[in-house]
């Protein structure tokens, strides 16, 4: 970790720039990140963003209220598509995003960024998803992809943030079935296949078997009104969490729904502001450390 991150400061502001990148290319199929790029002298620290979408729908577009807010803040933001549910079923997108992690890393210094830096957030299923990458980073099945150039590079994770994230895709899928939900469990059948595999890949399951797994400072962000997750559900996490010897930190967001649409504008700044304050002292104390 270098001194670098010590001059982020999340009450600055920075201009910034938004530009799409291809980071992998698979015969003709190219896979793009959305980058933000603040302007100024950095280097800055740098965050790799993966959107929600019941692992079978969304674009790297969405939601861009949060990543705007970081990028302005002076981090650089990576929010990147990937292979989802239907065609690409688990684990393909953790395969992707275990590999632009590696990718943004190699980068870092083409988008003045620190590459010791980089954390990763995720909305609702990419809460899940990211959590997922930064507890297995060396997964030989999310590790499938090799980056040309960098074979040296690993996908782990200096931190990680879960905005709403379906953490338990087992539990939401018992949750969809006891409320009839058609729609919300084809997307789970579709991305996971099996219950198995939802379990297999279930954070409280993961961590209730004491499975080995890396445990970065993690950051919770939670509605007290989501209905689209299980009731006490990130409680549990947190919990489960703290108890394997992570670093935890729960944000409860009083009358909040799932998805940031839904949510008040007031709310949603004092929620980017939070995430601010978490990545500053994450890395103020990594280097501290150092």
Not at 4 to 28: A, I, K, M, Q, W
Not at 93 to 113: E, H, P, V
Not at 269 to 284: E, N, W, Y
Request: hydrophobic content about 40%; charged content about 20%.
């Amino acid at each position: 970790m270098t001194n670098s991150v010590l001059s982020y400061d999340p009450t600055r502001h920075y201009d910034f720039t938004v530009e799409d990148v291809e980071y992998r290319r698979d015969g003709t199929r190219s896979w793009l990140a959305l980058m933000y790029r603040p302007q100024g002298a950095g280097p800055f620290p740098a965050l790799l963003d993966i959107h929600g979408g019941a692992w079978n729908n969304g674009v790297r577009t969405d939601n861009p209220a949060i990543a705007e807010g970081l990028a302005a803040s002076g981090v650089v933001v990576a929010s990147i598509d990937f292979r989802m549910g239907g065609q690409d079923p688990y684990p393909s997108s953790l395969a992707d995003i275990n590999y632009a992690t590696r990718w943004l890393k190699a980068r870092a210094a083409d988008f003045n960024a620190d590459a010791a830096t980089v954390g990763g957030l995720g909305v609702s299923s990419g809460g899940h998803l990211i959590m997922l990458s930064g507890m297995r980073p060396h997964d030989p099945r999310y590790t499938a992809l090799p980056l040309a150039g960098a074979p040296g590079v690993d996908g782990t994770l200096a931190y990680v943030i879960s905005c709403w994230g379906v953490l338990d895709p087992y539990g939401r899928y018992l949750m969809a079935q006891e409320k009839g939900n058609q729609e919300l469990m084809a997307n789970h059948e579709r991305y996971f296949l099996t219950t198995d595999a939802m379990q297999e890949s279930n954070l409280i399951a993961i961590l209730q078997r004491g499975e080995k797994v890396e445990l970065p400072p993690a950051l919770l962000i939670q509605g007290t009104a989501d209905v689209g997750v299980p009731k006490g559900m990130v409680e549990n996490v947190a919990s489960l969490y703290g108890a394997a010897g992570g670093d935890v930190e729960l944000a409860l967001f009083h009358d909040m729904p799932h998805g940031i649409a839904g949510w008040s504008p007031s709310e949603v700044t004092r929620m980017i502001d939070r995430v601010k304050g978490f990545i500053a002292q994450r890395l103020s104390t990594a280097v501290a450390a150092s």
